[in-house]
């Protein structure tokens, strides 16, 4: 007799995860479904639909190797309603049962659906992090300011992560001074490892293909972890080849080098795949073993015991009206250079391109690049956050919106960050060789081949003087705005202006 259903999401696929820890293999049904509901709230790209997709259908496997039920519903069944809660529905309905266990979904869209569903679900806390909720707030109550660093310090004591007793390991919590290098003039090392997809990837390639190739991104290759056993070795390999230099060139961006020494684990992490802890523990025992350095180990675990946790807390605290944020008034229109349309803005080609192709950007192309020229042009944060949401494999609007609408739009008027991440082409420059290969000159502050990251940067700022005129971190650089020649001044912004209604009037910037 079946008694209850178990929802697992797609960015639920671990087998501790509190849903599945409450229910009984016995007696309750998992139900899994692949839904347009899901995959095309905004156009996902098809390598996270593929990778999802398959993802969902070997955990499943995994499941039912391990003694559940698994009523799974694929995209194209005849009878699938295409959402969630009409998944849960029609399963009610199938097996003749009122309940639904599930574990927090990490979008509040998708918690009202459920809370909303024609059959009542009963949501658990997701568990699968270091910090509840409740911790969180705790340490959020009555501080005038959330800085990301105080509350990495909780989860290092709380973790023993890189501590010796109560100090931490190195004398110094945070290493990113010896971080932050510009970009080497060659990159060793392999990249992230890449896996030869399998039947049931292939059956999902082929789906994806029939399906969502309208959508924005490159499905083929595919080289994607798609299980717990693949992604442990992508981790494996990860701390083997790239971990010791990950400190150096975290921010650093090479031409035709997409991946650094960056990990390329997030997707499978949020997915379920992973686990933060263990992740964390594999970099501190490279460490302790002697093969990689303190800057580099500490400086990746702080990404995730430290940033990851800390949005996550910021999206549930700060609600669900958090990704309609505008605080800067931006409404522009993303413009067509976003989805592939042509620039000559050579940072922002690469970006987008490497987007398209896999799925991913690295943390600096993200904010520096392609968020950077968006807050600079003002483009409709609302639209910046559909953007991210839809085109990287690792997006789930817990940790994609806080990033997107707080740390890179500063829609959320400061809640993330203390100030705008704004800069001129100077930035990109220094940490990249894309400029030597640009249509325009880095070096030009106006006039014909100017780039346009250093017009945007000032007419930021001016137009956003009231705002940020009195922030102490930005004292300085308004103060050399003001000093500047008043004619300069001028002719900076009127060319800024010009570009901004060129593109938006669909010319090519
Ligand atoms: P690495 O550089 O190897 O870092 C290791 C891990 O740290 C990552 O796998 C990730 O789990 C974690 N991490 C690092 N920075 C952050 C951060 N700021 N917030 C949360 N976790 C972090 N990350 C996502 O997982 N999903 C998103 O949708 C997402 N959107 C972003 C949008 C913008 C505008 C910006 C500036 C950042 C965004 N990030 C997002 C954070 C970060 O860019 C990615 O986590 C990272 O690029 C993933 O690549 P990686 O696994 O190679 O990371
Ligand atoms: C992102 C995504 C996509 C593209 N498709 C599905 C799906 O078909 N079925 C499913 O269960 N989950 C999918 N997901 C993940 C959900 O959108 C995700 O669980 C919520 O956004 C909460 O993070
Ligand atoms: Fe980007 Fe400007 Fe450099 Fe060109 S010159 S790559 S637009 S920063």
Avoid at 77 to 94: F, H, K, V, Y
Avoid at 166 to 191: C, Q
Wanted: aromatic letters at 10%; glycine letters at 8%; hydrophobic letters at 40%.
């Amino acid at each position: 007799m079946v008694t209850r259903l178990v929802l697992v999401l797609g960015d639920q696929l671990s087998e501790g995860i509190a849903a599945l820890r409450v229910a009984d293999p016995a007696t309750d049904v998992v139900v899994m479904a692949e839904v347009m509901g899901e995959a095309a709230t905004v156009p996902h790209h098809p390598k996270k639909i593929a990778f999802l997709f398959a993802a969902m259908r070997k955990f499943a496997d995994r499941l039912r190797a391990a003694g559940w039920r698994v009523a799974y519903s694929r995209l194209d069944d005849p009878e699938n309603s295409q959402t969630i809660a009409g998944e849960l529905a029609r399963r009610a309905g199938e097996f003749g049962v009122s309940e639904v266990l599930a574990t927090e979904p990490g979008d509040w869209r998708l918690i009202a659906e459920l809370q909303s569903a024609p059959v009542p679900v009963r949501l658990l806390e997701d568990d699968r992090f270091l910090a509840s909720q409740a911790e969180f707030e705790a340490w959020a109550k009555g501080r005038t300011s959330l800085r990301m660093e105080y509350f990495y310090r909780e989860m290092r004591r709380k973790t023993g992560l890189l501590m010796e007793g109560d100090a931490p390991a190195g004398g110094k919590w945070n290493f990113d001074h010896d971080n932050r290098k510009p970009a080497p003039d060659e990159v060793t090392g392999p990249g992230p490892l890449r896996f030869e997809p399998d039947p049931v990837t292939e059956a999902v390639l082929d789906l994806v293909d029939a399906r969502f190739s309208g959508h924005f991104g490159t499905l083929r290759p595919f080289w994607f972890a798609t299980d717990r056993d693949q992604a442990l070795r992508a981790l494996d390999h990860f701390i083997a080849h790239a971990l010791p230099r990950f400190g150096d060139y975290q921010d650093a961006m090479l031409d035709g080098e997409r991946f650094l020494y960056h990990s390329v684990l997030s997707l499978y992490l949020n997915a379920g795949l992973l686990e933060p802890l263990e992740v964390c523990r594999a970099a501190e025992r490279a460490w302790l073993e002697g093969s990689a350095p303190i800057n580099a180990v500490e400086g990746f675990i702080r990404q995730i015991i430290g940033w990851r946790e800390y949005v996550r807390g910021i999206y549930f605290r700060e609600g669900p009206d958090y990704t309609a944020r505008n605080s800067l008034g931006h409404d522009r229109a993303l413009p067509a250079l976003f989805w592939g349309g042509p620039t000559k803005m050579r940072c922002v080609a690469q970006a987008v391109a490497q987007t398209r192709d896999e799925a991913y950007a690295h943390h600096i192309q993200r904010l520096m690049v392609t968020g950077n020229f968006a807050l600079l042009a003002g483009i409709d944060p609302g639209q910046v956050h559909a953007w991210y949401l839809a085109v990287y494999a690792d997006a789930f609007e817990w940790v994609e919106a806080p990033n997107v609408i707080g740390m890179s739009q500063f829609a959320d008027g400061g809640v993330v960050a203390s100030k705008p991440y704004v800069s001129s082409g100077n930035y990109i420059n220094k940490m990249s060789d894309h400029c030597g290969a640009c249509a325009y000159a880095v070096t030009k502050k106006t006039g014909e081949g100017a780039c346009p990251f250093n017009l945007l940067y000032w007419h930021f700022l001016d137009r956003h003087r009231e705002r940020f005129a009195g922030n102490p971190r930005m004292g300085q650089t308004y103060r050399t705005w003001a000093r500047m020649d008043a004619g300069k001044r001028e002719t900076i912004l009127r060319e800024a202006d010009a570009l901004l209604e060129r593109m938006s009037a669909g010319g090519e910037v």
